[in-house]
């Protein structure tokens, strides 16, 4: 075994270092259920608190793999600026019992600035130790490393990053939670381990096979390609081959989670798993927002329009603030109040640096820069003021898989408007008993307009808008999360 640089963790001394230490009854350690390890080497199964506040048990029984003790890992790593994969991970670290395990490739950061980020921002402070695995090849599927052929690069780089995870500790039970699909029989055949995913974003979907074969431009299929018939050409054919693989290491699976129904109608697609597949919403802290009043929300003048997501390149921000400078034209005609553009994000790397000030630029090429504003990397109660003074929550992504900050948005009374796809459409701007809860749109002319129509409406109409959202993200909490998450992993763990 490969030595890992794990710090302490409950039941372990300081500087637990060697992989097989982790396999002693009192670090049993996983993060999906809570399992408390008894001196007996079985594993008393307990589920969090049910609906009518009952704590349920499973029954006790021995597992005969590695000296009875049941090794669950959680394939996840943690980004400092992490987006929905962090957040559903750490959703998973709040049941007491267990001493959790997790792999992660931050090895530039210690375990504790991890927690300490996971507080910072999305307001999460775990009242368990974890134990990291911290791995020193994420290099290999990093986008940048893989100019051309980015996806198969990837996907090759995750195998030789899942044998080193292999190496360091080998679990019964494999959860990817990062979209890593090669790595799953890796796990299965050679780890002989029951594996399962929770599937944010397949690697590759229907759609993108669309846009390459309609010769269309986008962030994944560059000018060059589409102004080429030959090389659109090739490059379908690549992924039609693609997809062919991700499909067959997809189906490896033993229980497979999507957090929409969009991701689901792609797996189903690509995996062919529909015996196995369940929609498990990722969970949204919406009580955290409740206490933001609706009546009289705003103490300022004017509106604010904010935008949460990290700055990547296919969360869209141009459109945001292209749509944003036709409102402010369309405004000297309609006689709105005031108005402000906030949109607030993480930077990763330096890449996002850079299209932070690419979008400063365009904002200042279009002559809206006096009333856009930029927040980078911002505590969870900073961001929450800046919610509890919207009007609307702007989300242009194209295909977005599910939304977390839409949701939150939802939550914190911010009337929203998402684009017209992905889980946006399908599950969450939907009607809540016949009542709007929001607004779709697609396009700078869409948004634009959608926008002046949002804000020309009368207050009592915009308060029936945000109370509707609000009683319709209920089915986002944690507590269901913990409902369905459980109910699908059962499987895992007979």
Not at 207 to 236: C, E, W, Y
């Amino acid at each position: 075994m490969h030595n890992s640089p794990c710090g302490s963790a409950y039941g372990a001394g300081p500087g637990v270092s060697h992989a097989e230490n982790l396999s002693t009854p009192r670090e049993i350690l996983l993060a999906e259920r809570p399992w408390e390890a008894t001196t007996s080497n079985q594993l008393k199964r307990t589920i969090g608190p049910g609906r009518a506040g009952e704590h349920r048990k499973l029954p006790q029984q021995p597992i005969e793999k590695r000296n009875e003790e049941t090794l669950p890992e959680f394939g996840g790593r943690w980004k400092m600026a992490a987006a929905e994969r962090g957040w559903c991970l750490y959703e998973l670290f709040r049941y007491p019992e267990a001493v959790y395990v997790v792999y992660t490739g931050d090895a530039d950061v210690s375990g504790q600035q991890i927690l300490d980020g996971a507080f910072r921002r999305f307001n999460i402070r775990l009242t368990h130790p974890v134990k990291f695995l911290f791995l020193r090849k994420r290099y290999l599927v990093e986008a940048s490393l893989y100019p051309h052929f980015t996806l198969l690069g990837q996907s090759l780089g995750s195998i030789f990053l899942g044998w080193e995870a292999l190496m360091q500790c080998v679990p019964d039970i494999y959860i990817d939670s990062m979209g890593y699909a090669f790595t799953l029989p890796l796990f299965k055949y050679l780890g002989g381990c029951r594996v399962g995913s929770y599937v944010h974003y397949p690697t590759i979907s229907t759609d993108m096979l669309s846009v390459v074969k309609n010769q269309h431009v986008g962030f994944n299929n560059a000018a060059f390609i589409t102004r080429n018939p030959f090389l659109s050409q090739v490059k379908l054919i690549y992924y039609h081959l693609f997809a062919c693989v991700y499909g067959l290491v997809g189906s490896c699976s033993d229980v497979v989670m999507v957090n929409s129904s969009w991701t689901l109608n792609h797996i189903l697609s690509l995996w062919k798993a529909g015996d196995r597949t369940h929609v498990v919403y990722p969970p949204c802290d919406v009580q955290t927002f409740l206490d933001i009043p609706l009546q009289d929300k705003k103490t300022t003048s004017g509106h604010m329009l904010v935008s949460i997501g990290q700055f990547r390149p296919e969360k869209n921000h141009p459109l945001q603030i292209r749509a944003f400078a036709q409102l402010l034209s369309k405004k000297e005609a309609a006689s709105l109040l005031p108005l402000k553009l906030v949109l607030i994000g993480g930077c990763r790397n330096q890449d996002d640096e850079l299209r932070v000030n690419q979008l400063r630029r365009l904002s200042e090429d279009l002559g809206v820069h006096k009333d856009v504003e930029f927040k980078i990397n911002i505590p969870f109660d900073e961001l929450k003021n800046y919610l509890s003074e919207a009007t609307i929550g702007l989300h242009t992504m194209w295909n977005e898989h599910f939304g977390i900050g839409i949701v939150e948005c939802m939550a914190a009374g911010t009337i929203v408007l998402a684009h017209n796809s992905g889980g946006p459409k399908l599950d969450i701007v939907v009607p809540h008993e016949g009542a709007c809860t929001g607004f779709l749109a697609d396009g700078e002319e869409g948004y634009a307009e959608t926008m002046a129509q949002i804000l020309s409406m009368s207050a009592d109409k915009r308060l029936h808008i945000r109370n509707s959202a609000r009683a319709s993200v209920s089915r986002f909490s944690d507590q269901e999360f913990e409902v369905t998450f459980l109910s699908s992993v059962e499987k895992l763990f007979q």
